[in-house]
C-alpha cells in the first residue's frame, strides 16, 4: 500500500494492520471483495455485505445497505477503501450505525436531525481511546495537551491505545496535516486488557461501541471528544520537541468537558 504517507502514523492505523498485508498498493474493489469473502459480513438486517460500484438509482446510501447489504464503493477512491476496511474490523457497530441511519430517516420530516450528524461525524472521524490509567483520560477530558502528549508520553505506550474508527481520518492520515483533529469516546479498561492480542481488544471495542449506539448514546454532534492525532507521539516527528506543544492553534484549550 503507497501514497504520500505511509499506514503508519505512530501506530494509528493499528486496527487495520490484519488487513494492509492483504491488498494491493492502490484501493481494489476486489481485493475488498476476496476479504469480504473470508468474513460473514452481515448488517442488522441479516443481509450479506458487498462492496460494489455505486449503482445509478435514486436510493440512498444507507437505505441501499440495509435493503440489499451493498455498500456503495468508489473504485480506486481510498475514502471507500477505508471505508470498506472499518467494516471488516467493526462490523457490529457499522452495522448499529447503519440500521440507525435508516431507523432515522424513515422519521425525518424536514432537515436532517442532529443524530445523524453525530453518527456520520464518527463514522467519518471516530477515535477509540482506551486507558487502563484514569488520570490519562482525564487529561484527554481536560484538554491537557502538553501534559499529557509531553510531560506523560512515557506512559502512553504502556497504558493506553487510540483505536481508529473513521474512514475519513485513515485517508487524512496518508497526509497528516496540521490540526488533524478525531472525535473520541474515551473507554477506561484494565492492565489486563491491554495486554490482549490486538485482534482481541478491537472485537471487544467493537461489540462496546455497538452497545453504546444501540442504547441511543452519542446524539450530540458536539458531544464528541476532540484528539488532536498530531500530537500523539510518534506521529510527527515535530512531536519530539516540547516547543511543538506551544501551539495552541493545533492544542486548544478546551472550553466544556466531553461526556465520558
Given at each position: 500500500m503507497s501514497a504520500a504517507g505511509s499506514p503508519s502514523a505512530g501506530g494509528l492505523f493499528a486496527a487495520l494492520s490484519s488487513l494492509l498485508g492483504q491488498v494491493p498498493a492502490t484501493p481494489d474493489p476486489a481485493a475488498l471483495a476476496v476479504l469480504a469473502a473470508a468474513r460473514d459480513l452481515r448488517n442488522a438486517a441479516g443481509r450479506r455485505i458487498a462492496f460494489?460500484?455505486?449503482p445509478v438509482d435514486n436510493l440512498d446510501y444507507e437505505t441501499r445497505i440495509w435493503l440489499t447489504g451493498e455498500v456503495a464503493t468508489r473504485p480506486g477512491n481510498w475514502h471507500d477503501f477505508f471505508n470498506?476496511?472499518?467494516w471488516l474490523v467493526f462490523p457490529l457497530t457499522k452495522a448499529v450505525l447503519n440500521a440507525r441511519h435508516v431507523e432515522l430517516l424513515r422519521r425525518q420530516v424536514g432537515p436532517r436531525c442532529r443524530e445523524r450528524d453525530a453518527l456520520t461525524h464518527f463514522d467519518e472521524c471516530g477515535v477509540i481511546v482506551v486507558s487502563c490509567n484514569p488520570e490519562l483520560l482525564e487529561l484527554v477530558r481536560?484538554?491537557?495537551?502538553?501534559?499529557?502528549?509531553?510531560e506523560r508520553r512515557s506512559e502512553l505506550s504502556r497504558e493506553l491505545r487510540c483505536l481508529v474508527f473513521g474512514h475519513a481520518t485513515y485517508e487524512q492520515l496518508l497526509r497528516p496535516f496540521r490540526g488533524l483533529t478525531a472525535k473520541a469516546v474515551l473507554h477506561q479498561v484494565s492492565p489486563a486488557w491491554l495486554e490482549q492480542p490486538l485482534a482481541t481488544q478491537l472485537a471487544d471495542v467493537d461489540r462496546r461501541l455497538a452497545a453504546e449506539f444501540s442504547a441511543g448514546r452519542h446524539q450530540?454532534?458536539?458531544?464528541?471528544?476532540?484528539?488532536?492525532?498530531?500530537?500523539?507521539?510518534g506521529v510527527t516527528p515535530a512531536s519530539e520537541h516540547a516547543a511543538y506543544y506551544d501551539d495552541e492553534w493545533q492544542f486548544r484549550p478546551g472550553r466544556r468537558r466531553c461526556p465520558v
Open positions: 460494489v460500484a455505486p470498506a476496511l472499518v481536560g484538554f491537557q495537551w502538553r501534559r499529557l502528549f509531553w450530540a454532534p458536539r458531544g464528541w471528544q476532540p484528539l488532536p492525532l498530531l500530537g500523539l507521539p
